[in-house]
């Protein structure tokens, strides 16, 4: 049997086995469209933290509307899980699939029309690569870039092996034409199970905007500060954690805890995993503090 013959067998079942499970997801008022893939019978949509606005959306499955709910979502991570309304629905095992590697072949399914799933067959051109979500912060877990054609609507389908055993979550069209997706993990899978139960999964926010070390060092410099690596706070929320700890616009942010902090992405990483009280290393002009900050 030739590959492409061995291809079209290939795509056609995942046309047939896995294009059931995917939906088109239309935030309500908008005229945005989406793609997403049910993970569970009983009705629980997966898709993109983007492709969701408020807390109902129509979601078309196989042919049909439905009105659906927003169990949960996390800006971060740009995931979302929908409800659809009671029944038994085809879906995608969110299992634990091997690390990917550059070159295996894979296939892009979409359903942003809702008239039925699309395939494009690509290969895995790169691992480990960095993504940033509707927030700025950068996205947890491994993502991988691959050459499958996403159509515009595609993003939060599903990526998956020529077999059809689900990969990842497709998230943004990168400007070479190649696509991004996040890979299926333990740490995907425990946002999906704590959003689908409706827990807020935001991570703790001290309430500070910052700027980079490249910023802040010169703006030191500006003010006749000797240079030092941290983060610059250059605005505090009012009544948020930082304003009623005392942490003031000026001030380097150096640590959190143990953690030293050189950029914003090492600053939102180190405050990731930490809950109640931590304390944050600043200097205030050329004044070392540490200063006791409830999240």
């Not at 800006?75 to 038994?88: E, F, Q, T």
Request: hydrophobic share 45%; no cysteine; glycine share 14%.
């Amino acid at each position: 049997m030739s590959f492409a013959t061995e291809l079209r067998t290939a795509l056609a079942g995942i046309v047939e086995n896995v294009g059931p499970a995917v939906v088109a997801v239309h935030p309500a008022g908008t005229r945005a469209r989406g793609s997403g893939f049910v993970i569970d019978k009983t009705g629980l949509v997966l898709t993109n933290a983007h492709n969701v606005a408020g807390d109902t959306v129509t979601v078309s499955v196989a042919g049909a509307e439905h009105d659906a709910t927003v169990a949960g979502r996390d800006a971060v991570n740009d995931l979302a899980v929908i409800r659809l309304p009671g029944g038994s629905y085809a879906a995608l095992e969110l299992g634990a699939p091997a690390a990917p590697e550059v070159g295996e072949p894979v296939a892009a399914v979409a359903n942003p029309s809702g008239g039925g799933a699309t395939v494009a067959f690509g290969t895995v051109t790169s691992i480990n690569r960095t993504i940033r979500g509707p927030r700025g912060q950068l996205v947890e877990g491994m993502v991988v870039e691959h050459a499958a054609p996403v159509p515009r609507g595609g993003s939060g389908g599903p990526l998956v092996t020529l077999e059809g055993s689900l990969l990842g979550v497709n998230t943004h069209r990168q400007s070479d034409g190649f696509y991004l997706a996040r890979v299926i993990d333990d740490g995907l899978r425990s946002v999906v199970e704590r959003l689908a139960r409706g827990e807020d999964v935001s991570p703790p926010r001290l309430g500070v905007a910052v700027a980079p070390a490249h910023v802040a060092s010169r703006l030191r410099r500006a003010v006749g500060l000797p240079e030092a690596t941290g983060v610059l706070i250059r605005e505090v929320a009012p009544d948020g954690p930082a304003a009623r700890a005392g942490l003031a616009e000026g001030d380097l942010i150096t640590a959190i805890g143990p953690t030293r902090v050189a950029t914003p992405d090492e600053l939102h990483t180190a405050l990731r995993g930490a809950s109640g009280t931590v304390t944050v290393d600043i200097l205030r002009g050329v004044e070392g503090k540490t200063i006791e900050v409830s999240l």
